[in-house]
Every structure is written in C-alpha cells, then in structure tokens.
C-alpha cells in the first residue's frame, strides 16, 4: 500500500486547510485510514480515523468539532478538514493505513505516507 498526502501548509489561526491522503495497490475492502501528527520535540499522536466499511468515525479531543475526516470510495483518498486551526494544531500531518478493519491504535496502523507540513500562525 502506498500513501500520498497533500494539502498541508500556512494558514492563520482560525483558518482552514483540506488534507487529502490517496491509498494506492493492494488496500483491501475493510480497513482504517487515519491522521496522525506529530510538533516538534512531541510524540506523534492520534488525530482523527474513518473505517472503510461503515464510515464510523473517530476524533481526538483536541481536535473534535473542528476536523472532519470523510472519505472517497471510489478514489481510494480519506480527507482531513481542519477548521478554526489553532497554532497548538502546527504539526507534520501523517496518513496512515490499518489493514485489521477495526482498531484506531496507532500501532496498528501499518503503512504510512510522508508526512505534510501544516503551520499555524498567531
């Protein structure tokens, strides 16, 4: 499996940025996209997550209300709306794909795109 991410980069706070994330070769019919990111000097941490089959979707606190993650079946690409950006939210943005269908626990995501630079400005 091969992830592409796109779309980061400056905004003000308060603005808004589209990241999208498009999962090439052999992802299977039941898996979980998700977003992590990762501020300097900081662990990479959990932002947001979809599973293909059932569209659930999960968010971390932090970011709840202000981010959507959606998804295009027939593109193989998950999304990340940011919204109302913060500079706490300045981070490299990464995709990454779960081919267990289920858990959102990072370490379960197996493959991982390149990371896109978002910075928030105050």
């Known amino acids: 499996v091969q992830l592409q991410a796109s779309g980061g980069g400056l905004v003000q706070a308060g603005g808004s940025l589209r990241l999208s994330c498009a999962a090439s070769g052999r992802t299977g019919t039941s898996y979980v996209m998700g977003w992590f990111r990762q501020a300097p000097g900081k662990e990479r941490e959990f932002v947001a997550a979809i599973r293909w089959r059932g569209a659930d979707t999960f968010y971390a606190d932090s970011v709840k209300g202000r981010f959507t993650i959606s998804r295009d079946n027939a593109k193989n690409t998950v999304f990340l709306q940011m919204n109302s950006l913060k500079p706490e939210d300045t981070a490299v943005y990464y995709c990454?794909?779960?081919?267990?269908?289920?858990?959102?626990?990072?370490?379960?995501?197996?493959?991982w795109g390149q990371g896109t630079q978002v910075t928030v400005s105050s």
């Open positions: 990454a794909h779960n081919p267990d269908g289920m858990s959102i626990i990072q370490s379960r995501f197996i493959y």
